[in-house]
T-cell receptor, first 109, second 114 residues
Framework: GQNIDQPTEMTATEGAIVQINCTYQTSGFNGLFWYQQHAGEAPTFLSYNVLDGLEEKGRFSSFLSRSKGYSYLLLKELQMKDSASYLCAVEDSNYQLIWGAGTKLIIKP | TAGITQAPTSQILAAGRSMTLRCTQDMRHNAMYWYRQDLGLGLRLIHYSNTAGTTGKGEVPDGYSVSRANTDDFPLTLASAVPSQTSVYFC?????????????FGPGTRLTVL
């Protein structure tokens, strides 16, 4: 079967750095997405990786290792507004997204 | 631009009743999707449409139907609602399917079936 694993919840301090991990087992691989979802709102796109390595976009970076079935999202200089759920999604061989349950990130002052 | 709109925002529905959730996008995207989101689970695809006039089944299609008469609208119908269909429903769209395009989401409809 297809499976995406992420930690359920993480806590970090304002100004710090946090790494959210995602491991996956899917039928084929056409890319991995990270989305942010604030409570009661829609998911919004953060990043996309299809090749191994690190993609940096401002305070957010995303890493992919296809051989290990592993990705992480790195958030630097955490701000209170970063409190949200972070969703990992893998695009399978049919280009359909398989979603993880999300990681709820709590930022403390 | 509005992007994707959904209606209603929330609804309480008696079991056995029918309901249509509306979704409209103004981005001229070819592909549209319906997901449900339940606590502790990832988003699950209900139905999708690659282009106007075509639809396909996702991971959890039972109890739901869709139509795609034009590019902009993609309504989701529950013919006879059951309590297990209580969920938050998100409509999404992307430029195309089959090329890893970003999906853009509507604000969601929170549905409670009693």
């Amino acid at each position: 079967g297809q499976n995406i694993d992420q930690p359920t919840e993480m806590t970090a301090t304002e100004g710090a750095i946090v790494q959210i991990n995602c491991t996956y087992q899917t039928s084929g691989f056409n890319g991995l997405f990270w989305y942010q979802q604030h409570a009661g709102e829609a998911p919004t796109f953060l990043s996309y990786n299809v090749l191994d390595g690190l993609e940096e976009k401002g305070r957010f970076s995303s890493f992919l290792s296809r051989s290990k079935g592993y990705s992480y999202l790195l958030l630097k200089e955490l701000q209170m507004k970063d409190s949200a759920s972070y969703l990992c999604a893998v695009e399978d061989s049919n280009y359909q997204l398989i979603w993880g349950a999300g990681t709820k990130l709590i930022i403390k002052p | 631009t509005a992007g994707i709109t959904q209606a209603p925002t929330s609804q309480i529905l008696a079991a056995g009743r029918s309901m249509t959730l509306r979704c409209t996008q103004d981005m001229r995207h070819n592909a549209m999707y319906w997901y449900r989101q339940d606590l502790g689970l990832g988003l699950r695809l209900i139905h999708y449409s690659n282009t106007a006039g075509t639809t396909g089944k996702g991971e959890v299609p039972d109890g739901y139907s869709v139509s795609r008469a034009n590019t902009d609208d993609f309504p989701l119908t529950l013919a006879s609602a059951v309590p297990s269909q209580t969920s938050v429903y998100f409509c999404a769209s992307s430029v195309e399917t089959g090329r890893s395009d970003t999906q853009y989401f509507g604000p969601g409809t929170r549905l409670t079936v009693l």
